[in-house]
């Protein structure tokens, strides 16, 4: 019985949510995106006893152009807070910090779930390189190449009026270069964007 009324909710969510609005203009947008970020740091990736939290805020700016509803492009840029790595080589009070940060280029396939709700797949290319403390005693524990890598991602997209819309998201950069090269990292977020038409 309660699956029955809450798969009749949902359905009533998603096809019958009176359509106060028109979907999204075609057009150039911007979008602003804010989360947290994995940077699958390790403490061994700098000889260190010890990291803060592998879980940093993240944030993210976009331009895009959307060409109708089911596809537009994005160049992007990401932030990634620090993480800290502590008592490096073992030794109490030496410290370093890494920071991570991401151009990226991707297409935007979009799926309309009904006039406002849209389902997407982000599939591109991002250059991804670190900043940051990485020397300890004149020596270097992160030396990561900059690097060209695959970017994906999933999201839902809502359009709260023609010009506005808010979008959940997830986000991966994938580290393709092995080892010296800078780690795999995720961006789930929250955002939203206005479009200019």
């Known amino acids: 019985m309660y699956k029955k009324i809450g798969g009749r909710i949902l359905f009533l969510f998603l096809f019958g949510f009176p359509?106060?609005?028109?979907?999204?203009?075609p057009g150039f947008?911007?979008?602003?995106?804010?989360?947290?970020?994995?940077?699958?740091?390790?403490?061994?990736?700098?000889?260190?006893?010890?990291?803060?939290?592998?879980?940093?805020?993240?944030?993210?700016v976009a331009g895009g152009y959307r060409f109708n509803q089911n596809f537009?492009?994005?160049?992007?840029?990401?932030?990634?807070?620090?993480?800290?790595?502590?008592?490096v080589?073992?030794?109490?009070?030496?410290?370093?910090?890494?920071r991570k940060k991401a151009i990226d280029f991707v297409a935007?396939?979009?799926?309309?779930?009904?006039?406002?709700?849209?389902?997407y797949a982000k599939l591109g290319l991002a250059y991804f390189k670190t900043s940051?403390?990485?020397?300890?005693?004149?020596?270097s524990y992160l030396s990561y190449s900059d690097s060209w890598d695959p970017v994906l991602g999933l999201g839902l997209g809502y359009?709260?009026?023609?010009?506005?819309?808010?979008?959940?998201?997830?986000?991966?950069?994938?580290n393709t270069g092995g080892k010296g090269s800078i780690p795999s990292a995720d961006f789930y977020s929250i955002g939203l964007a206005y479009c200019f038409g």
């Open 159 to 174: 359009d709260i009026a023609s010009d506005v819309l808010v979008d959940l998201a997830w986000m991966r950069l994938q």
């Open 132 to 139: 940051g403390s990485t020397f300890v005693n004149g020596a």
């Open 108 to 119: 935007k396939p979009m799926l309309p779930l009904s006039n406002n709700f849209n389902v």
């Open 72 to 87: 537009a492009t994005e160049i992007g840029y990401t932030r990634f807070s620090g993480v800290d790595f502590f008592n």
């Open 29 to 60: 947008y911007v979008l602003g995106q804010i989360g947290s970020g994995d940077t699958h740091a390790e403490a061994s990736d700098a000889a260190a006893l010890s990291i803060s939290n592998k879980a940093v805020l993240t944030g993210r």
């Open 19 to 25: 359509v106060l609005t028109s979907a999204s203009i």
């Open 89 to 98: 080589n073992g030794i109490s009070g030496y410290n370093a910090s890494l």
